[in-house]
């Protein structure tokens, strides 16, 4: 199957974009949704620049945390040795090599263009990362350059600024004609589809064509039932079809294809299928993939998806797949690194893309031993590359994981002392480690002197004050965070990583006057789930403070007293002569109950198992625990007192968890 | 009411009990302070408002075990006296390892608990690792200077230890008091026992320290008077005798088979530091009951209540000769088993053996 041409008006868009750029604005977005054909209108923009007299320049970000380092690392391929040497010199800073390649650019003389497909801004719901910063810093730079202009093409669409809109469907007959699908298996189906005259196809892209296709081929279903599916909008179609096909070794497989960022050949499309049927292959073929004169690639599409289900492989599953797109690499990178062939500057850009996608498969595969045997570009390759292995250690609580992300951070400092990301994560792995608190104190401090604007570094050097039992200097941290990061605060994930982390080691520490002060600073709209939970926990620990925790969590404290909470008859709460609630203090032997007359009134009360039975029949056969919250009722009629208990509250559910975990140093 | 003045050449003991939880400090001439364990209320810590009233640095400070009830302000005065070049830090003592209870969400009271006990402990670990010279271990039979003073560790055996912490580990069931630390402050030969919670049942824990305890001029009473704490080591020789309430266990107990029958018929009066019940229910101005009074009162309301700091302590002043005084603030009630006026006095303990 050959690249979806029959995308209608990606001319009229590429024009639309070029005019744009003649009448001299200096960024413009092409905005489409995934596969919508916005890589094969950047060609066509490109190619009527380049025709119009621009300098062009295309690169593209990968969507992963090396996404700027990629599209860097192209754009400088095509510059001079000079720029080259300072580009791919492991030593020089992220700063300098970027000023370098865009000023390279901009030197190149006349009109100069530089596109980039998916430029990747990490997620506005998340506090910018390294690798999302990185990003940034590329297209500011390019735009801070007054001699070029930026085309970018996204499928989140810009609130602002030059747009120009990709058309969102295709031309279905086209897509389905009986030319495309002639030697495929699937022919039939395709017809069919076309045949039906749906309305809907209209308004499908060339990708959902053919995942129609294939879901109707699988489930045997008529055109209609296919479409119907469509009703969810593309991704969950994608999903739909995903979780259709056939068996989970088919699935699986599919899913494997998602580690692919670059087109690839037959053998590892063979490698990453594995034993699939020939029916199964002819699927992938014929209404998965695309053919280009590259290799195969995954649309954007079906690759979201397919990577949103990486993590459900199973890890040896996940590294091998990893190593086949490592080896398809190595293979590339052998056959374009021979001396004949790299004088040119396009065979430099794929030398180095291959050289990148290498360590970027050796690292998801996790394999540090073989980053650290090759040569790399970029300090933030050893960052990704710590990142990697953190989040795996932290996942399967595997220590050797988080001491080999320390290795990658301590290789990032050997090139850049003044890294922050590195020494801010080395930091925090051996703060989960819990070794030794001195390097991980210098560290976070040192982190904090290089970004004092960064949120993680404050959130987690107080965590770790308050962790190792020193309050004060905790307390000052915090005064010096809120400082630092007061202009921070429209955002949640501000609220997020610093006061959800830090409230809630200092309530697990019962230390309440610091939570609470930490709590008063969240303005509820931006407390997110965990932000009334936490306030819950730090009511209740007061009263527990005061020995006045006879309440449970889910009655409201307006109506406390206006109890008994728990009973159910209308006829028994006539009868109600006094009630009191309370709550099991201690059940070894004896049940001890603290319990309140009124707000300002509090005793307690001693049972034996036996009495506490009498009067509680629930406690019968299992006596309830302590910490079970109780009333305790009088009832006209009655000759003695009834104990009543609370079922266990929900309300501390959404609490966030505590991690890592304050007692490590201990 | 103010706290005592602090005479220049007597030994002076503070025991503080405010319904729940236990501090006891030690200032020995010439002007040397142990902290030993820490309670509070609300969000007043009675150590470093002790240490803030006197303007004194504590040389040695100690949690005995790991209960809340005794680690309430103890990373604070950790915290507090560890901000100086570690020259000026004070030892810090601990046993360690040491066993801790299991808390969660669902026993909040534990919960909170525990979290006080885990910052007292990690205040503790994270000081002896930035600075080990500050590290105490509380090995038993071992002695460290406090001024003019000496303090011994009378127990726990390592054997006992062992043997909870295995027991922890494996998780089965132990009883932290077992292990509590008990110290023998001597000075010019007289003895005082800071009995902490070590119990006699389970582990005779009491009848194993015994050989290591002097007879003494004074004890803080362990485990408030428990009748498992019970042992005739920490009454033998009269001692004045000092107890901390623990509110939600109702000890000391105050009927004629409880701790304070069995003390009263040593020494004529047992000096307890607060009522067993809630700290806004003891009682304004430092009480003298008798045990059958107490029994009879329940949680009957006393006025004037406590107004706040410095409240429910008892405070020994010892002289060289061994001659005694006390004192007592709000809250505090001095124990007789029958009516009659308490006759205050100084009383003289010899002392006996030659450690001093």
Redesign the interface.
């Known amino acids: 199957m050959t690249a979806p041409l029959a995308l209608t008006g990606l001319e009229q868009a590429a024009g639309a974009v070029r005019e744009h750029l003649d009448r001299g604005q200096r960024r413009v977005t092409l905005y489409g949704r995934a596969s919508s054909g916005k890589t094969s209108a950047m060609r066509l923009i490109a190619g009527q620049l380049e025709a119009g007299g621009w300098g062009v320049h295309r690169t593209q970000m990968t969507g992963d945390d090396d996404g700027a380092l990629v599209a860097l690392a192209m754009l400088g391929a095509d510059l001079g040795d000079d720029v080259r040497g300072c580009l791919f010199d492991l030593n020089v800073p992220w700063k300098r090599k970027l000023q370098s390649v865009v000023g390279g650019l901009g030197r190149t003389g006349g009109r100069t263009a530089v596109l980039v497909d998916d430029p990747w801004f990490g997620s506005p719901e998340e506090a910018p990362s390294l690798f999302a910063e990185r990003a940034t810093d590329l297209l500011d730079e390019i735009e801070r350059t007054p001699s070029l202009s930026l085309v970018l093409s996204r499928s989140d669409r810009p609130l602002a600024g030059t747009v120009v809109e990709l058309p969102t469907a295709a031309e279905p007959h086209a897509v389905l004609a009986a030319e495309r699908w002639q030697r495929s298996s699937l022919a039939h189906v395709a017809r069919q589809l076309a045949e039906a005259g749906d309305a809907r196809l209209a308004r499908l892209s060339p990708v959902e064509l053919r995942l129609a296709v294939a879901l109707a081929s699988v489930k045997g279903m008529n055109a209609a039932g296919a479409l119907q599916r469509l009703r969810t909008g593309p991704h969950a179609f994608v999903r739909t079809v995903l979780d259709s096909l056939g068996n989970a070794r088919f699935r699986t497989a599919i899913v494997r294809l998602g580690v692919m960022r670059t087109p690839f050949d037959e053998a590892t499309l063979d490698e990453l299928l594995g034993e699939t049927t020939a029916s199964e292959r002819g699927l992938v073929l014929d209404a998965l993939l695309f053919k280009t004169d590259d290799g195969f690639v995954v649309p954007e599409l079906l690759a979201r998806v397919a990577k949103e289900r990486l993590y459900t492989l199973r890890f040896a599953e996940l590294k091998e797949a990893h190593f086949v797109a490592a080896r398809f690499h190595e293979r590339g990178f052998a056959e374009q690194a021979r001396p004949a062939s790299v004088s040119r500057a396009a065979d430099l850009r794929a030398v180095k893309r291959h050289e990148m996608e290498i360590i970027h498969h050796l690292t998801e595969a996790g394999d540090a031993a073989a980053v650290f045997s090759r040569s790399v570009d970029f300090v933030e390759q050893y960052d990704k590359l710590g990142k990697t292995l953190s989040i795996r250690g932290v996942r399967t609580s595997k220590r050797a994981l988080l001491q080999r992300a320390v290795d990658a951070y301590d290789r990032a400092l050997v090139h850049d002392t003044d890294d922050p990301y590195a020494h801010h994560y080395r930091a925090y792995n051996l703060d989960v480690l819990a070794d030794d608190p001195a390097p991980v104190e210098e560290g976070y401090r040192r982190a904090l002197i290089l970004r004092p604007d960064h949120v993680w570094h404050h959130g987690r050097f107080v965590a770790f004050l308050v962790t190792c039992g020193r309050p004060r200097e905790a307390h000052d941290a915090w005064e010096e965070a809120l400082r630092a990061l007061d202009g921070l605060r429209g955002h949640a994930w501000l609220f997020r990583e610093l006061h959800r982390p830090v409230a809630r080691l200092l309530l697990h520490r019962g230390r309440l006057e610091f939570a609470r002060e930490v709590l008063d600073d969240v303005p509820e709209r931006l407390g997110d789930t965990w932000f009334a939970p936490a306030r819950v926990l730090l009511a209740q620990l007061e009263e527990a403070e005061a020995d006045q925790l006879v309440f449970p969590a889910s009655v409201p404290p307006d109506s406390r007293w206006e109890g008994p909470h728990l009973l159910i008859a209308k006829g028994e709460r006539a009868r109600v002569v006094r009630w009191m609630p309370g709550r099991i203090e201690r059940a070894n032997g004896e049940i001890s109950v603290r319990f309140a007359e009124h707000a300002a009134k509090f005793g307690r009360r001693k049972f034996n198992a036996a009495g506490f039975r009498r009067v509680c029949p629930t406690a019968r056969p299992t006596m309830p625990p302590a910490g079970t919250f109780l009333e305790i009722i009088e009832l006209e009629g009655e000759d003695h007192e009834v104990i009543r208990c609370h079922p266990m509250s929900t309300a501390l559910n959404d609490l966030p968890a505590l991690f890592p975990h304050p007692d490590r140093y201990l | 009411m103010a706290l005592p003045a602090l005479a220049a050449d007597e030994l002076h003991v503070f025991v503080f009990g405010p319904g ?1 939880g236990e501090l006891v400090a030690v200032r020995a001439p010439p002007n040397d302070w142990l902290i030993v364990d820490g309670c509070g209320v ?2 007043t810590k009675y150590g470093p408002a002790l240490l803030a009233h006197y303007g004194a640095s504590p040389r040695l400070i100690a949690l005995t075990h790991p209960h809340r009830d005794h680690a309430v302000g103890v ?2 005065i ?3 006296f560890t ?1 100086g070049p570690v020259r000026t830090w004070p030892q810090i003592g601990l046993l360690w390892p040491t066993p801790r209870d299991r808390v969660n ?9 525990g ?2 006990v ?9 000081r002896w ?2 600075h080990p010279p500050s590290r105490w271990d509380l090995e038993v039979g071992s002695s460290t200077q406090l001024g003019e003073a000496s303090i011994t560790v009378a127990s726990p055996e390592r054997n006992t230890r062992r043997d909870a912490w295995k027991a922890w580990q494996r998780g089965g069931s132990y009883d932290p008091n077992q292990i509590a630390t008990v110290l023998d402050v001597s000075w010019h030969g007289h003895h005082i026992i800071l009995g902490s919670d070590l119990v006699e049942q389970p582990g005779r824990g009491w009848t194993v320290a015994q050989p290591r305890c002097e007879a003494a001029v004074a004890t803080k009473v362990p485990h408030h008077g428990s009748t498992n704490a019970l042992h005739a080591s920490w009454i033998r020789g009269a001692p004045h005798l000092a107890v901390t309430p623990f ?4 000890l000391p107990r105050f009927d004629k088979t409880g701790g304070i029958a069995r003390m009263l018929a040593t020494v004529d009066t047992v000096h307890l530091t607060a009522l067993p019940r ?1 700290y ?1 229910a003891q009682v304004g101005t430092p009480q003298r009951l008798t045990r059958r009074e107490l029994e009879r009162l329940g ?1 009957a309301e006393i006025d004037p209540p406590v107004h706040g700091w410095p409240d429910c302590y008892v405070m020994l002043s010892i002289a060289a000769d061994g001659s005694a005084r006390l004192d007592h603030g709000p809250g505090s009630v001095q124990i007789t088993e029958s009516g009659g006026r308490v006759r205050p006095r100084r009383r003289v303990v010899r002392p006996r053996g030659g450690r001093s």
């Open positions: 729940t609300g969000r990373a604070d950790v915290d507090m901000q969400l669902h026993d909040l009271q534990a919960y909170f608990a979290g006080v885990e910052d007292a402990l990690s205040a503790i670990r994270n690792r930035r509110a939600s266990s109702n809630a806004t949680d």
